[in-house]
């Protein structure tokens, strides 16, 4: 069955041969869907006809948010942790341990609930495609069973095994790395498509990263690095050395990690929630930005440092304090999430892609920063079907 929508003030297709920049917007404009997939967009008096005729009533369709980044396979929640931080204490990799005791003692029906919770608050906030990483379990088990349930609603799975070092391992970390590379990751590895290591101070340095990454490599897992998020270290760079798909956080960098970015295919993904949530310094989007690396921004959804599912609020956030235009942060949490995946098919509304479309209830995509807080998304189709 096709459908089209028509009358959109602004379509945004990530395509700059259809339109003006980066976003190729197309201004009163119509996209037809058949299927899953685009099969025209244009000019809305231009439309062909079709099965089902959809009235966007002079709003703007931009491509649903591709969420690179989150971690949405856990229990409980952390308020007093975030309630002691807004009263002046300071955010450690060390708060984990009480999600990773959470997660263990939750059932795989609590899990999956929570999952599917915070994904439809995703969806309804226009989130079409994300990751999810394991990370809260950290034993085998665990870990094998938070990416069964993760990929039951998405392909983009990531093993984070090393996550933290396991509490009951604290006293032997070479002990746990040798279980990330080992036993873990043999019962992961079938579940997953990426591997992610925490590479900070507090969980793994940058030798114990390289083994945990190449080990995973080995079997067929493409690498992505948390990089960079509290101190300045060696995982931005590592990242780009394993070409890693994307570096993620990249809030301290030196010039030297810019100037690998710029010169590699790995991804810098930007995680505003994480520094609102932790009142961290910005990352500086753009000086990214201007050195010519690719940026994406995601949600880092998490219980601990940043519990938003809201793509629109970090968009605002990229825009008000990252040095971004509107314009730049669409295009990053839309192409530049799919990049960070590597994906073609979505993160752009063009002939061919996946018919993941979301409406917002404004004439223009700069309203995702002007309107900050607003719920602007009044539609969403995920893969040609109409799900909010
Ligand atoms: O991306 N940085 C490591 N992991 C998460 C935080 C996880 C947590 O605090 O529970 C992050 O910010
Ligand atoms: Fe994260």
């Not at 080995?218 to 570096?247: C, F, I, M, W």
């Not at 990352?283 to 959804?301: E, H, I, N, Y």
Request: one cysteine or more.
């Amino acid at each position: 069955m096709s459908t089209v929508i028509t009358n959109i003030a602004t379509l945004v297709t990530n395509d700059p041969s259809l339109g003006d920049g980066p976003l190729g917007p197309i201004h009163d404009a119509a996209v037809v869907i058949d299927g899953d997939r685009v099969v025209w967009t244009g000019e809305s008096r231009k439309a062909p006809a079709t099965d089902n005729r959809v009235d966007a009533g002079g709003r703007a369709v931009v491509p649903g948010f591709v969420d690179s980044h989150s971690h949405l396979v856990f229990a409980g929640d952390r308020t007093e942790e975030f309630n002691a931080r807004m009263s002046g204490r300071g955010y450690t990799a060390g708060g984990i341990r009480t999600t990773v005791a959470a997660t263990r003692a939750a059932s795989d029906e609590d899990l999956e609930r929570n999952l599917t919770h915070y994904l439809g608050e995703a969806l309804r906030q226009g989130t079409t495609t994300f990751e999810t990483k394991s990370g809260y379990g950290l034993t085998v088990e665990d870990e094998a069973r938070a990416l069964r349930i993760a990929a039951r609603h998405t392909d983009e799975v990531t093993y984070l095994g090393a996550h933290i070092v396991a509490p009951e391992h604290a006293d032997d970390p070479a002990a746990y790395v040798a279980l990330v590379t080992g036993e873990m990751l043999d019962a992961c590895a079938p579940h997953a498509r990426w591997i992610d290591v925490f590479c900070e101070k507090g969980a793994f340095d940058g030798d114990q990263a390289r083994a945990i990454l190449t080990a995973g490599m080995a079997k067929g897992l493409h690498p992505r690095v948390h990089a960079n998020q509290l101190t300045y270290g060696p995982g931005v760079q590592l990242a780009v050395e394993l070409d890693a798909a994307s570096a993620d956080h990249c809030t301290h960098l030196t010039d030297a990690d810019v100037a690998a970015l710029a010169s590699g295919n790995t991804v810098a993904t930007l995680l505003p929630g994480a520094e609102f949530s932790t009142r961290a310094q910005w990352p500086d989007a753009r000086r990214l930005l201007d050195a010519g690396v690719t940026v994406a921004l995601s949600t880092d959804c998490n219980p601990g440092s940043s519990f938003t599912s809201s793509v629109p609020f970090c968009i605002a956030l990229a825009v008000r304090d990252m040095g971004m235009t509107p314009d730049e942060a669409v295009w990053s949490a839309t192409a530049g999430g799919a990049a960070a995946l590597r994906r073609e098919d979505i993160g752009r509304l063009t002939v061919g892609a996946r018919a993941d479309l979301t409406l917002l209830d404004a004439p223009s995509h700069v309203h995702l920063a002007y309107r900050p807080g607003v719920p602007l998304v009044t539609g969403v189709w995920r893969g040609g079907v109409r799900e909010v």
